[in-house]
Nanobody, 115 residues
Framework: QVRLVESGGGLVQPGGSLRLSCAAS????????AGWYRQAPGKQRELVAA???????DYADSVKGRFTISRDNAKNMVYLQMNSLKPEDTAVYYC?????????WGQGTQVTVSP
């Protein structure tokens, strides 16, 4: 069992930056693939970025070059640094951890990009 708690969301102007944090507790977090997903109103949840236990990283095309995912296994933390934010990045951002059939989600944090 893994419990995930996100923080760091908020309101930011276009071109600004935010850093999301996800604190994990419970199981051996380092063996899980950790990721960030987002869901905008009226849209399906989509993968933003993911980082495997060995460090392999994957990004959605829409955020490549602007967002950076990282993890600190010693602290059981996952981060998403978001730069050059655009209004279309507005969504609820969810932290995820999965391995085999195990799949865990945080409660989400709102990110709003608006003038």
């Amino acid at each position: 069992q893994v419990r995930l708690v996100e923080s760091g969301g908020g309101l930011v102007q276009p071109g600004g930056s935010l850093r999301l944090s996800c604190a994990a507790s419970g199981s051996i977090f380092r063996i899980y693939v950790a990721g960030w997903y987002r869901q905008a109103p009226g849209k399906q949840r989509e993968l933003v970025a993911a980082i495997a236990s060995g460090g392999t990283i994957d990004y959605a095309d829409s955020v490549k070059g602007r967002f950076t995912i990282s993890r600190d296994n010693a602290k059981n933390m996952v981060y998403l640094q978001m730069n050059s934010l655009k209004p279309e990045d507005t969504a609820v951002y969810y932290c995820n951890a999965h391995r085999a059939l195990a799949d865990y989600w945080g409660q989400g944090t709102q990110v709003t990009v608006s003038p």
